[in-house]
């Protein structure tokens, strides 16, 4: 299968790094291709530009789509699968892979102006999230369903992939626990080997 994923971290010393190496050794071994968008090192524009809002919101519906857009929009077509890999920060994903979302999911690609999805192609996707609390602590305080209802449902299943799953790897503010740490990259591991 075809993997295309989307890649949000800054650093490539993060532990969000490490688990996306984990991954990609994972899907390597079930032999699934992969492509991937690392958002921080393409410098990727988070911002939406003005001529984009005004074809959004159908003031200029004929304002081209940028290029940047077009090649995200190529890889996502191209793929079986989506994934999203990026550290929790305060309780959502990183400002650059929101603008991703905001940028790539354009009218017309993903959606009409009357709200309804068109349905990417892509029908199954899975979110690989870091975090610095433990996934109990997550649970407890509601932001894990949170995640939940924003990735899976907002972000996914509101543009027809209805098949996805979050994959929370938390508790990795402790630096000292190396179980949790080896713990998440092998389920970061076995996640890629069995997708």
């Known amino acids: 299968m075809k993997v295309f994923i989307v890649y949000a971290h800054p ?36 911002d939406m ?27 996502i077509n191209d793929a079986d699968i989506l994934v999203f890999v990026y550290p929790l920060w305060w309780s959502d994903c990183p400002a650059k892979l929101k603008g991703w979302f905001d940028r790539v999911y354009t009218v017309g690609f993903a959606y009409n102006h ?16 870091t975090a610095g609390h433990t996934n109990e602590h997550l649970e407890e305080v509601g932001i894990a369903e949170s995640i939940r209802r924003v990735m899976l449902y907002d972000r996914l299943a509101n543009v027809g992939i209805k ?33």
Do not use: W
Request: include cysteine; hydrophobic fraction near 35%; aromatic fraction near 6%.
């Open 163 to 195: 098949d996805s799953r979050l994959l929370l790897l938390g508790g990795m503010a402790d630096k000292e626990n190396t179980d949790i740490r080896e713990k998440n990259l092998k389920a970061t591991f076995e996640a890629g080997r069995d997708l």
């Open 114 to 129: 009357n709200g309804a999805p068109i349905g990417l192609k892509p029908k199954k996707a899975l979110v690989i999230c």
């Open 49 to 75: 530009h003005i001529t984009e809002y005004e074809r959004e919101c159908g003031l200029c519906p004929e304002n081209a789509i940028p290029a940047d857009i077009v090649e995200e929009q190529r890889k």
């Open 11 to 46: 650093s490539e010393k993060s532990f969000t790094h490490s688990i996306l190496t984990e991954f990609i050794r994972g899907l390597s071994q079930a032999n699934h291709s992969t492509i991937i968008s690392d958002l921080y090192k393409m410098k990727f524009c988070s």
